[in-house]
């Protein structure tokens, strides 16, 4: 029994010691182990310490909770001067302030580092769909929008859910609420209902769903880039079907407000560094990321943008007064 | 024969003497941590990411660590549900109903070797199930659909009302307690929180490891309080310790049909291995009919809810590796590790890395002979647990508790939120309500809940759609049956001579 308790403290003290390290780096993943945000801080922690650009290896801590309102405010309110801190953050995360569900969290409170990688957005459906472009599917919502429903990976009014709705809109459709979506638990759940049958088309990223399109189960109709995406060229943009509309889930970090502009400009530096590396570009491709760097003054800059322009569409849908 | 082979490469990668250490230390450290109240497999799996990345393990090293330490856990959770009536993690919840009583009586050896077995006989199922039948089973996953869904957690619900108590109707007001709990938090819907009070941490709603962990764990320090030490649950009684052969014959049939049940519940991406176990002790108990002494120690109370939660285990690892979709916040946890080695699990990772799939495979076997030859002979020392004051146990228990909660999200609100749950427990228990009912109508009601409200969206609230599928009529066939059978059976089946046996019908 001894022993057994022995063991007992020290898991619980390696527990407390991921918990609670601030010697080292720390990369806040503001969710549970296995989701996007602590897929970045894995990936890019892991670089960091292989291309030596921080001394001792990154300590992940994931810290889940309120759609990553948690770590935010804990950032703010407690760490506000740490150096050594960089935050996971991704559209999800600009998203979720712009609809001031941070419980009153605003985008000015941390500085945003930069990106290095963007999940272009997908549409897609069955094999056996009878719609085979997106024009075919935004005429048959266009003619009984009570007929097709979208599947997706986050809740109402979430990322996934605002794509079909962008596009409905560049599409002159603007009875927004009568769109049908349901919110799963991640984007391979949305797709196996609508594998199934169960719903008619499946909004996500495109790295949700790579093994997918391999393997024929699912034909993408649109994605949602600027570009046609290496690896999956075939898949034609919704641009050049005529529907201007580029949603990319962008991958990056945010810091803490009240570290020097020293520190600010060294993390820049140093995620621009991973981006460059040849080992970033592996990583990427494994996962189906697309190219998308903005660092340092640049990408606070976009951000701004995105926040306002994410902050009307929800406006116009009613997820906000 | 192409199977065969396929396992024989496993094996190749697979079985050395290093990996074969990597699964000895994985197992026996699952096996503490399932045991450790608070501590689930999903913590044991993530503490150990960072050091298998530490020690440079290649991807099949670093599973053959991760998947022992993930069945190890789902053994050790039993430990502390049959010795302390506090469940290590969620699915070894149904354990305590019988494991607990059992132990009262003096055969906590005999439960724990019964529910090891069990344990072996459930996970082995499950691997063979994995083996032969995985690419086939993933498409089960596309036949359940909103409709199906919520007809399996309405048949979980219809047929709680005989758990753990003497009177149906405690049961259903803990359900409900439990129910209006899972209210809490951001409606996935509508994107709305509900019954938040603008307080962020209640977005998320109430995290179940922090409702169970006070409802048994602090429950139980506050009844030890108010007793001096001496009505307390700790501190059963020791008997001699052997291996229950007749036991484990008689229960050979309950390991089997919770074998099934539970691989079944894995399959399922929605259900997962609470509900697995929760269901395999519910079919054995209407199996058993008027014959079993369920609640009060019947040795298949142990067997059922044990295979079914580790066949669960298995089969979860069957849509986390051929779509993707992670059923357990476990497998969660090992996709973010095969992601993380740039490893994609999807629909066609059985054709572009045999290796690892296969390597996995073997590994789960490794993992459960070690488990399995650990688990009966160290009975013994897991028994002299025992043999502490139950002063030094308990506030070590309690520290744990404390320490594992806090590891979830890092904040004292869980603390607080964990205490609370243990004056409620406390309050239950005095007007004799069962906890379990409360547990999983927070871990259920959710999901009930969602999938009734997607049915409506996507038929546009047309209440038929419930019934539109063949599963669906199944489901709820099997539900209402299990809901009416009972009071119908009450009517024409005379009271059993035995007041002890008066709830079994």
Same mark, same amino acid.
């Given at each position: ?6 063991k ?6 390696? +527990?407390? +010691? ?6 080292a780096?720390?990369?806040?993943? !503001? ?31 994931n ?12 950032v ?15 559209s =999800?995360?600009?998203?979720? +302030?712009?609809q001031n569900?941070?419980?009153?969290a ?30 075919? +599917? ?7 929008p009570?007929?097709?429903t979208? =599947?997706g990976?986050?809740?109402?009014g ?24 349901i ?28 093994g ?13 880039s600027?570009e ?10 919704a ?28 993390? *820049? ?7 460059d590396? =040849?080992?970033?570009?592996?990583v ?5 990321? *697309? !190219?998308?760097?903005?660092?340092? =003054?640049?990408?606070?800059g ?5 926040v ?12 906000i007064? | ?5 396929n ?15 990597l699964?000895v230390?994985g ?26 990345? %530490? ?20 053994y050790?959770g039993?430990?502390?549900s ?32 019964i ?39 309405l ?14 109707? #405690? ?14 938090g951001l ?5 709305m ?5 603008g ?46 052969? #007749?036991?484990? @014959? ?27 176990s ?14 079993? #002494? ?26 986390m590796? %051929? ?19 740039? @490893? ?11 290796d ?9 076997? @490794? ?14 020392i897991?028994? #002299? ?7 030094v146990?308990?506030?070590g ?54 999938n ?5 969206v996507?038929a546009?609230?047309d209440? %038929?759609y ?10 709820? %066939? ?28």
């Amino acid at each position: 029994m001894k022993t057994t308790l022995l063991k007992a403290l020290g898991v619980s003290a390696l +527990l407390g +010691l991921t918990a609670t390290t601030a010697m080292a780096t720390e990369c806040i993943a !503001p969710a549970d182990a296995g989701g996007g945000w602590d897929f970045t801080c894995r990936q890019i922690g892991k670089l960091l310490y292989d291309l030596k650009l921080v001394d001792s290896p990154v300590q992940v801590t994931n810290m889940s909770g309120a759609g990553g309102g948690l770590a935010f405010a804990n950032v703010v309110n407690e760490r506000n001067t740490d150096p050594d801190l960089i935050v996971a953050a991704s559209s =999800a995360t600009t998203t979720r +302030l712009a609809q001031n569900a941070y419980g009153g969290a605003t985008a000015d409170q941390v500085r945003w580092v930069g990106t290095i990688g963007g999940d272009p957005g997908v549409i897609v459906v069955a094999k056996d769909s009878p719609y085979m472009t997106l024009s075919d +599917l935004v005429e048959a919502i266009k003619a009984d929008p009570s007929k097709i429903t979208f =599947a997706g990976g986050s809740a109402a009014g979430g990322f996934d859910h605002l794509k079909p709705l962008q596009i409905m809109k560049a599409a002159g459709f603007n009875d927004a609420k009568a769109i049908k979506y349901i919110g799963l638990n991640g984007g391979a759940e949305a797709i196996t209902q609508t594998i199934g049958g169960f719903t008619q088309a499946m909004t996500g990223d495109i790295s949700e769903i790579t093994g997918f399109i391999r393997s024929g189960d699912v034909r993408a109709l649109a994605i949602l880039s600027p570009e046609r995406v290496a690896g999956f060229e075939d898949i034609p943009t919704a641009r050049e079907q005529g529907f201007d509309v580029v949603v990319v889930n962008w991958r990056g970090l945010y810091v803490p407000k009240g570290i020097s502009d020293d520190a600010f400009n060294a993390w *820049a530096t140093k995620l621009q560094a991973v981006a460059d590396s =040849a080992e970033w570009q592996a990583v990427m491709e494994a996962n189906g990321l *697309a !190219p998308f760097t903005l660092v340092g =003054a640049d990408f606070q800059g976009w951000i701004d943008g995105v926040v306002a322009e994410t902050t009307t569409l929800s406006r116009e849908i009613g997820v906000i007064q | 024969m192409e199977t065969l082979s396929n396992l024989a490469l496993g094996f190749s990668v697979a079985l050395n003497p290093f990996t074969l250490m990597l699964a000895v230390i994985g197992a026996f450290m699952g096996t503490i941590i399932g045991a450790l109240p608070g501590l689930g497999p999903s913590n044991g799996v993530a503490i150990l990411i960072p050091l298998a990345f %530490t020690m440079g393990l290649d991807a099949t090293s670093a599973l053959v660590l991760l998947t022992s330490v993930y069945y190890g856990a789902m053994y050790g959770g039993r430990i502390s549900s049959i010795l302390l009536n506090i469940p290590g993690d969620e699915p070894a919840m149904m354990t305590t109903l019988d494991g607990y009583p059992m132990a009262r009586q003096g055969k906590a050896g005999d439960a724990l070797v019964i529910s090891g077995v069990a344990s072996f006989v459930g996970a082995m199922f499950a691997t063979a199930g994995l083996i032969i039948l995985a690419p086939m089973l993933a498409r089960v996953a596309y036949l359940f659909g909103p409709a199906e869904y919520f007809a399996l957690y309405l048949l979980a619900f219809t047929t709680l009302g005989g758990v753990g108590s003497k009177n149906q109707a #405690k049961a259903v007001i803990a359900a409900c307690i439990g129910l209006g709990m899972a209210m809490i938090g951001l409606d996935n819907s509508t994107g709305m929180p509900r019954f938040t009070y603008g307080h962020m941490h209640l977005m998320d709603g109430v995290d179940f490891l922090v409702a169970i962990v006070g409802l048994f764990a602090i429950t139980e320090v506050f009844f030890f309080i108010e007793s001096h030490g001496k009505g307390s649950a700790i501190g059963v009684k020791l008997a001699k310790v052997t291996v229950p052969i #007749k036991d484990l @014959i008689k229960t050979s049939g309950s390991m089997l049909r919770g074998s099934v049940i539970g691989f079944i519940a894995g399959i399922l991406p929605g259900a997962g291995a609470s509900l697995g176990s929760f269901l395999a002790y519910m079919a054995e108990k209407s199996v058993a009919g008027s014959s079993g #002494k369920f609640g009060q120690g019947d040795p298949r109370g142990v067997a059922a809810p044990e295979a079914g939660n580790n066949a669960a285990a298995g089969g979860a690892l069957i849509p986390m590796l %051929t779509l993707g979709v992670p059923g357990s916040g476990t497998t969660a946890v090992l996709l973010a590790l095969l992601m993380t080695l740039n @490893i994609q699990p999807g629909p066609t990772l059985f054709a572009e890395h045999p290796d690892v799939v296969w390597g996995l495979i073997a590994s789960l076997i @490794i993992a459960n002979f070690v488990l399995l030859f650990m688990n009966i002979p160290m009975v013994k020392i897991f028994v #002299k647990v025992l043999m502490v004051p139950a002063w030094v146990l308990l506030p070590g228990v309690t520290m744990i508790s404390f320490v594992g909660i806090y590891s979830l999200s890092g904040s004292y609100f869980d603390l607080v939120l964990m205490v609370g749950f243990g004056a409620l427990g406390y309050f239950l228990r005095k007007l004799d309500i069962p906890t379990v009912p409360v547990i999983l109508g927070i871990l259920l009601g959710n999901q009930m809940e969602d999938n009734l409200r997607r049915a409506m969206v996507v038929a546009n609230g047309d209440w %038929t759609y419930l019934f539109s599928s063949g599963i669906s009529i199944g489901l709820w %066939t099997a539900a209402i049956l299990g809901f009416v059978a009972p009071m119908f059976l009450r009517r024409f089946l005379k009271r059993p001579p035995q007041p002890l046996d008066a709830e079994a019908d």
